[in-house]
Structures are given as C-alpha cells and as structure tokens.
C-alpha cells in the first residue's frame, strides 16, 4: 500500500570504482560477513575484527569490508587515526567508555526524519547528547580529525540537548498513549489537567473552606459520590443561610444537597481532564517532533562521524589486543608478507598455535614470482593459506592493521576466488558447469592490479580434461593477465610449466611421513610437491582399513605398470634412433 512505503528524506551517490570488486563468489568465499556453514556472523572475517561499541560503528564496519578503498590517500587518512589510538592508550580508554554509552542516534535520526520518535527515543538521544562534548574534547585532544565536520554545530547540538531536557519527563513512557510525556511548566493548561488529576482532594477542601467563610456554614460540607457528583451538603437547621445561587441537588432527611457553577465546572474538568491531558499532551508532543526535525542533519551528520569513530577505534583495539601490523600502501604491484595469519582461525585456535607463512608475489614481472603454483595434500591448509592472504588485502585497504610481522600491498583492484566444489540446479549447472562460469568470469575481468585465489580448478572433469584447461588458465593468467595469483592444484603437472614461464614458480605445503602417518607442518617452502597423500588423508577420514590397504595396492601398482610403459616406450624410440622427449604433462613422446 501507499502508506506503507519507507520514507526517504535524502539519497547518497557513491562510485564502484572508488571501491574493490568483490563478486558474490568471493564475498562467499572468503565469509566476510556471513559464514558458509550457518549463514551467521560467527567465524567471519567481520566477527573476528569488531570490536565496534555502537550499532552504527558495527554497520559502517560491515559495510567497509564488503566496499574496501582504492585510494592510497584515503587508505592513510584512517591509518593515521589508527596509529594515534595506538599510541594513546588513555584516549583510547576514554573514547571506549564514552562510546559505550551512545545510543544508536543514527536510527533516531531517521525516526526524527519522519516524526515518528517516541518519549523514549529522545530521552536516549539526549543522553547521548551529553556525551558529545566529552567526546568532541577527547578527540581534539589527540589531535584526530574524524569528527571535525560536526564542530560547526556544536551549539546547535548542546541547543538540541537543552530542549529535549526540558520538555521531556525523566520517567517518560515509551509510547504516547499513557501520558506523563512532558515535563511541568511545558504548558500551563497541561498543568492544570494533571493538577486536577493529581490535587482534586486539596481543590475540594480549598473551595470547601471557601464556602464556609462565605456562608457562615461552619457545617458546610463538600462530598463526591459516584451516582451525583460533586455536591455541597447542608443541614436543614442553616438553610436559612444557603445562598440563591446554590442549586439544589438532592433532598436529605436531615440536610439538603446543592452544586454551584465552579463546582459543576470542577466536576465537569475532574471528570474530562484524563481524556483532555492526553489529547493535549499528543498534540503539544507532536509539535515538539515538528520543531526538532529541524536538527535531523545534524544528527546523521553526527552519527556518521561518530560511526566512523567507532570503526577506526576498534581496528586499534583489535591491532593491540591480536598484534597486528600497520601495512604499507601504494601504487606497486607488489605484495610482501612476513609471517601472514588468517584473522579468523588464528581467533579459534589456542593462542600461538596457528603457523604463519609468508607471500612474495608481484604482477607483471618476470624476475619476480607473479604466479605461485602451490602443491601439498588436502587438509594441509593451501586453502587456508590462499584465503589468509586475500583477507590480509581486504583488511589492508578497509585502514584496518593486518595479522602479520610485516605487509607491504599494491592497491588491489579486483579480488577472485574460485574455491570450493558447488552445483547450482535450479539453473540446471552442474559442479563443473559452476566451476568453469566462474573461472570464466575471472578471466574475462581481471586486470593486472587484480589479486587472484584458484583452488582445484579442473577437478570436475577427467584427468587430462582438467589438467589440460588447469594448464591453460594458469597459462593465461601469467602470460596475458600478468595479475598476482595463487594457483593451488593436486595436478603435479603444472610444475614443470616454471621451465617456460620464470613468473611461475613452484611452492608447497611442507608434510612429515613416519611409517605411513603424516603430519601436516603447515609451513609453505618453495619446490613443487610429489605427491598428494590421499589415501593417507582418506584414512584419517576414517575409510574402513580395508578399502584404504586396496587402494594402497592399486595405486602401487598403476605406478609399477606406468613406469614399466614408459620404460618400454623409450627403448621403443631410441631403437628407431629417436630421442625421447618429455610430453606436457610429463610422459615419454617423441
């Protein structure tokens, strides 16, 4: 219905390209904002860094990783309010406490928008408003900038407090319907609704003692009673004393009953005055939310500063408490890690047992890795690894310090993911059909300032199917996208394409086998890997010892009878006065 439609009082552009691409795939992926497994916040990148103290700082959060900058300026700009907290310890005390108590005054903006603020709403917002000033000297004082945009306005905001303080009850309700919104001396007509409501018994004795003086009825006496009202009650022996303008109201059989006009009117006012405070103190309260709207741009202008605030403290919170590291930003196209951790799962494990890893990885260069073909078997953590650098990137370019001993970034423009096995059957696409889509995407948008994550790509497929187009894409990817990469892959193939592309090189998850038990190190060294440990991997899975001895066997013996064909092969063509070559994907050819 018409009615029903949100009001919007102000629309705010932004610009795509002032932000990172993140596609629905990657944001997935790399769970920014919402886990995989329960759709949550919960063991998200956005749960292991907030450490935000007002709903509108956790919003802003969550919209700044979703939208991280491309600009090295804006990037610095909150780095430095960052390394001031740091370095601040009782600024950063001080703006945590007064923080803590603000309430979300970026939602009774809007509510102040459309009028539709309760008592209640603006009790809050002027608590939150007493806040202010602190917090506008605390910030001053450090010598932080984020709230310089609302010092213009910083007697309206104490005006805004003072009215709020005055009109509105300390015990206000929390909606209109009760009443007791406005405090005493709002209105003088108010006041004489809730006097009649809340003083009756001490008008009647007033206006009794009134009467007596004026009659000379020492007597005289003023009663209520449900049935007849307000009545003035008068023995029979001084109705000779009654004067003309008492109504009577009622016979006695030892007094009569009379009312006057001012006690008719009493009456009438007692009787109405509940009815009539309420619609008073409706239309009085209405007024007020009338007259403040006129504060509504000062306060989102406030609660967007203060959010901001809010955001930059806790990344320095979150820096002192994890250690983390204040990254160094610009224009290259290099990436450099020293002792790189994923900010999630180092949180989930005990402290000190996550292991760290470095990245050395620059695009468009040929003396430099561009493109790291990294090997080891499942579990060992590649995909850990690979997600730990990408979210090092988001964090990096949100202003936010980043979970390592050292970081050094090129702006990123673009972040991909191709990770992970899913069908999509509503649309009739199968795991590999999903697969491919994806990877297509990223080939077809990714630019050289792109950061690039593929996992398992070509798996969904036969073998020389999938390491023919894994070949392929990793050939593109180096040779015409020329952008930073991790390509994680069991097809040990690909090793060998480091012999024509220099810009390739070789990396893998370091594991330790004692009588066919492995360990996973979960340190990543240069060199290809051999293997993949499946079958090993398969019996920790808890395949029943059966199937994990047959597939021991089977696989020693298709190794056996592969290198007896590529012994006989090779005979075969140096008999023919052939030297053998090795294929592509490491056989004997001609």
Not at 246 to 272: C, F, G, M
Not at 352 to 381: F, R, W
Not at 435 to 464: P, Q, V, W
Not at 480 to 505: D, G, S, W
Request: neutral net charge; hydrophobic residues 40%.
């Amino acid at each position: 219905m018409k009615g029903s439609l949100p009001k919007f009082d102000i629309v705010k552009t932004y610009e795509l390209s002032d932000f990172v691409q993140l596609d629905t795939s990657t944001r997935r992926n790399l769970e920014l904002v919402e886990s995989m497994r329960d759709k949550t916040k919960v063991g998200t990148l956005l749960w292991a860094v907030d450490k935000t103290l007002t709903n509108m700082g956790a919003r802003l959060l969550r919209n700044w990783i979703c939208q991280p900058l491309k600009s090295v300026d804006k990037i610095k700009e909150r780095q430095m309010v960052v390394e001031t907290l740091i370095n601040d310890y009782e600024t950063r005390e001080k703006l945590t406490k007064l923080l803590g108590e603000l309430y979300d005054i970026q939602r009774l903006s809007s509510k102040l928008s459309n009028e539709s603020g309760s008592p209640r709403d603006y009790l809050n917002l002027r608590n939150s408003l007493a806040v202010v000033p602190e917090l506008i000297d605390a910030v001053i004082d450090a010598r932080i900038n984020v709230l310089d945009n609302v010092l213009p306005y910083r007697d309206k905001i104490t005006d805004l407090y003072d009215i709020i303080l005055r009109t509105i009850d300390d015990n206000a309700p929390l909606t209109m319907k009760e009443g007791g919104m406005l405090r005493r001396g709002v209105s003088s007509e108010l006041d004489y609704f809730r006097d009649l409501l809340t003083k009756g018994k001490q008008w009647v004795n007033e206006f009794e003692a009134q009467e007596r003086e004026k009659t000379g009825i020492s007597t005289l006496k003023v009663d209520y009673n449900k049935v007849f009202g307000f009545y003035i009650e008068v023995t029979n022996a001084n109705a000779q004393k009654v004067p003309d303008f008492y109504v009577r109201k009622q016979t006695l059989a030892n007094a009569e009953r009379y009312i006057t006009p001012e006690l008719k009117k009493h009456e009438d006012d007692v009787l109405s005055a509940q009815v009539k405070s309420v619609e008073l103190e409706k239309k009085l309260f209405t007024d007020f939310r009338t007259y403040t709207k006129e504060y509504v741009d000062i306060i989102r202008e406030l609660s967007e500063s203060i959010a901001k605030l809010d955001c930059l403290l806790s990344f320095a919170n979150v820096a002192v408490e994890y250690n983390y590291v204040k990254p160094e930003i610009d224009e290259s196209l290099d990436f450099s890690i020293k002792n790189g951790r994923h900010p999630v799962v180092e949180r989930i494990l005990p402290l000190g047992a996550y292991v760290s890893n470095d990245l050395e990885i620059s695009a468009n260069t040929t003396d430099k890795t561009q493109l790291m073909i990294l090997t080891g078997p499942n579990m060992a953590g590649k995909s850990t690894y690979m997600r730990q650098n990408a979210l090092i990137v988001i964090l990096a370019q949100i202003g936010s310090y980043v979970p390592a001993d050292y970081a050094r970034i090129g702006i990123v423009d673009k972040v991909f993911t191709r990770v992970g096995a899913s069908d999509d059957l509503s649309l009739g696409r199968s795991t590999f059909m999903v697969e491919m889509s994806e990877t297509a995407y990223i080939l077809n948008f990714s630019t050289e300032k792109s950061f690039i994550l593929i996992d398992e790509i070509g798996r969904g497929t036969s073998t020389y199917d999938g390491v023919a187009i894994a070949w392929s894409v990793a050939e593109f990817i180096a040779s015409k996208i020329k952008a930073r990469c991790i390509f994680a892959t069991h097809y040990h193939e690909l090793n060998v394409m480091t012999t024509n592309y220099p810009q390739i090189k070789n990396y893998r998850v370091t594991v330790e086998e004692q009588n066919g038990e492995i360990e996973f190190l979960r340190k990543i060294v240069q060199g290809g890997a051999s293997r993949s440990y499946g079958i090993q991997v398969a019996k920790m899975a808890g395949l029943p010892n059966s199937v994990v001895k047959r597939s021991e066997d089977l696989m020693s013996r298709m190794q056996r009878d592969m290198a007896k064909n590529l012994a006989v092969k090779k005979k075969s063509l140096e008999d023919a006065g052939k030297v053998p070559q090795l294929s592509l994907f490491g056989g004997v050819q001609e």
